[in-house]
C-alpha cells in the first residue's frame, strides 16, 4: 500500500506558475518510483475527475491531456520518493482540486481513468484569479 501526499497547491494569477508535489511513502521493498505509474487529475466544482498527466504509465514518454500539453511538466526525484507537476502559464480553467495517483507498473493501462490507479492523496487546491 502506497500512501500519497498532494502539496503546494495555492493562489496563482493567470498566467503565473505553481509547483505541485506528491510525496509517497510505503513503497515496497526494494523499490523506487521507476517501478509505479504516478498519475496527475484534477476535479474542478461540478465535474468528474479528469486526468492531466502521469509519469511511468509508459517507459518512453509522459502523457499529458490536451488541455495542458506544453504548459504542464510532470516529473520525479526518485531519491525524495517525489513526484511532481510543473504548471505554467496557468488559465482561468485550471483551478481544481489536484491529486496524485499511484498503481504498480506493468502491463497496459488507460493513462487517464481513475480505475487504473490503486490509490490517492488526499488533493492540494489550485487557485487562478488575479
Known amino acids: 500500500q502506497v500512501q500519497l501526499v498532494e502539496s503546494g497547491g495555492g493562489l496563482v494569477q493567470p498566467g503565473g506558475s505553481l509547483r505541485l508535489s506528491c510525496a509517497a511513502s510505503?513503497?515496497?521493498?526494494?523499490?523506487?518510483?521507476?517501478?509505479?505509474?504516478i498519475g496527475w487529475f484534477r476535479q474542478a466544482p461540478g465535474k468528474e475527475r479528469e486526468g492531466v498527466s502521469c509519469i511511468g504509465c509508459s517507459n518512453v514518454i509522459e502523457y499529458y491531456a490536451d488541455s495542458v500539453h506544453g504548459r504542464f511538466t510532470t516529473s520525479r526525484d526518485n531519491a525524495k520518493a517525489t513526484v511532481y507537476l510543473q504548471m505554467s502559464n496557468l488559465k482561468p480553467e485550471d483551478p481544481a482540486v489536484y491529486y496524485c495517483?499511484?498503481?504498480?507498473?506493468?502491463?497496459?493501462?488507460?493513462?487517464?481513468?481513475?480505475?487504473?490507479?490503486?490509490?490517492w492523496g488526499q488533493g492540494t487546491q489550485v487557485t487562478v484569479s488575479s
Open positions: 495517483g499511484v498503481r504498480r507498473r506493468g502491463g497496459t493501462i488507460r493513462w487517464d481513468l481513475v480505475r487504473s490507479y490503486d490509490s
Open positions: 510505503g513503497l515496497a521493498s526494494g523499490f523506487t518510483l521507476e517501478n509505479y505509474a
